[in-house]
T-cell receptor, first 112, second 111 residues
Framework: DGGITQSPKYLFRKEGQNVTLSCEQN?????MYWYRQDPGQGLRLIYY???????QKGDIAEGYSVSREKKESFPLTVTSAQKNPTAFYLC???????????FGPGTRLTVT | QKEVEQNSGPLSVPEGAIASLNCTYS??????FFWYRQYSGKSPELIMS????GDKEDGRFTAQLNKASQYVSLLIRDSQPSDSATYLC???????????FGSGTQLTVLP
């Protein structure tokens, strides 16, 4: 997991509620990423950020929002507009000088 | 659409055997490739990176890259039950250091 922390590990919410997932890194990496993983599937990119105060949509950004106010932090909000929010959410960080990405431990979100 | 394809498996090998995991990619300009190991319920862990044609060895792991065939593989020698996991292949896509992941191959090493 390196220096990437995600909290909480498990999160349960009722349908219709917004929820924010935390991601913090002390690796001094410029780029941060949010992925979603569904059972038996690979990772799909939700949002990414290369520098503070800037971020871009990934392949499945609808129903999600992010902010990047500090280099160390990249929180993800799962809004009530996300139709199927139950999934394993992974945060990653990487150096813009290379392609490597390192992952946090993940947050498993269940919405009922 | 840049794609990374893997055999979904599952793949079972006996302990001590060589496990071979394969990945193909569609983007001819990709210059680097990564193998991640993901234990059940855990996050992916980077185990190998390869940037040039040929083989790269790290302990019991060997990554093989063939850019002409757009093919990358991971060999695990002397497989151990602790190697049982899902292995994800990834390649960069786009200009922002994005990675595209394959769907993963589930490996089981039988004692």
């Amino acid at each position: 997991d390196g220096g990437i922390t995600q909290s909480p590990k498990y999160l349960f919410r009722k349908e219709g509620q917004n929820v924010t997932l935390s991601c913090e890194q002390n690796l001094n990496h410029d780029a941060m990423y949010w992925y979603r993983q569904d059972p038996g599937q690979g990772l799909r990119l939700i949002y990414y950020s290369q520098i503070v105060n800037d971020f871009q949509k990934g392949d499945i950004a609808e129903g999600y929002s992010v902010s990047r106010e500090k280099k160390e932090s990249f929180p993800l909000t799962v809004t009530s507009a996300q139709k199927n929010p139950t999934a394993f959410y992974l945060c990653a960080a990487g150096d813009l000088g290379g392609d490597l990405q390192y992952f946090g431990p993940g947050t498993r979100l269940t919405v009922t | 659409q840049k794609e990374v394809e893997q055999n979904s498996g599952p793949l079972s090998v006996p302990e001590g055997a060589i496990a071979s995991l394969n990945c193909t990619y569609s983007d001819r300009v990709s210059q680097s490739f990564f193998w991640y190991r993901q234990y059940s319920g855990k996050s992916p862990e980077l185990i190998m990176s390869i940037y040039s044609n040929g083989d790269k060895e790290d302990g019991r792991f060997t990554a093989q890259l063939n850019k002409a065939s757009q093919y990358v593989s991971l060999l695990i020698r002397d497989s151990q039950p602790s190697d049982s996991a899902t292995y994800l292949c990834a390649a960069p896509s786009g200009s922002a250091r994005q990675l595209t992941f394959g769907s993963g191959t589930q490996l089981t090493v039988l004692p």
